[in-house]
């Protein structure tokens, strides 16, 4: 795990966004899975 600073949103989003591209590009059959923070019980 990294911890990565940032000092407000804006700069946090940038380095997200970085970050996925850089993946992205460097395992173009990469799968990416997104937490999204949303759960019910219906899925089960």
């Known amino acids: 795990m ?3 600073s940032a000092k407000d ?3 946090l989003s940038q380095k997200a966004a ?3 591209i850089d ?3 460097s ?3 990469a799968v990416l ?3 999204h ?3 019910t019980d219906r899925h089960l």
Do not use: A
Request: no cysteine; charged share 25%; aromatic share 14%.
């Open 2 to 4: 990294r911890v990565i």
């Open 9 to 11: 949103y804006q700069d």
């Open 18 to 20: 970085h970050i996925m």
């Open 23 to 25: 993946e992205v590009r």
């Open 27 to 29: 395992h173009p059959k």
């Open 33 to 35: 899975g997104l937490g």
């Open 37 to 39: 923070g949303w759960y």
